[in-house]
């Protein structure tokens, strides 16, 4: 079974800072992490792209309404993925999903975190 757990979501005013952590555990298998990266939602919206980073973390691919304010980063020894959010904005009121594309074998699955809700305040 596998689990990605979320965290760092909250209240916070715009032009403040969160850090939202994603870490993946697995329990009876082995499998090893391609792509890692966390997705949005807010209330009436489709879900979106926020931030991707590959395996290795040469490759990172940012949402144009974030870019600059964002930072996503991965340790691999911890199979967790961060985001780093600074400036925050009203309009980045969302619940946030961490999302991984894992190999076990030769196939490749596609989970997701729970979520976790970021509310910036004007």
């Known amino acids: 079974q596998v689990q990605l757990v979320e965290s760092g979501g909250g209240l916070v005013q715009a032009g403040g800072s969160l850090r939202l952590s994603c870490s993946c555990a697995a329990s009876g298998i082995i499998f090893s992490i391609n792509s890692m990266g966390w997705y949005r939602q807010a209330p009436g919206k489709q879900r979106e792209l926020v931030a991707g980073?590959?395996?290795?973390?040469?490759?990172?691919n940012y949402a144009e309404s974030v870019k600059g304010r964002f930072t996503i980063s991965r340790d691999n020894a911890k199979n967790t993925v961060y985001l780093q959010m600074n400036i925050l904005k009203p309009e980045d009121t969302a619940v946030y999903f961490c999302h991984a594309n894992l190999v076990v074998g030769r196939t490749e699955y596609d989970y997701w975190g729970q979520g976790t809700q970021v509310t910036v305040s004007s």
């Open positions: 980073i590959t395996s290795g973390g040469a490759k990172l």
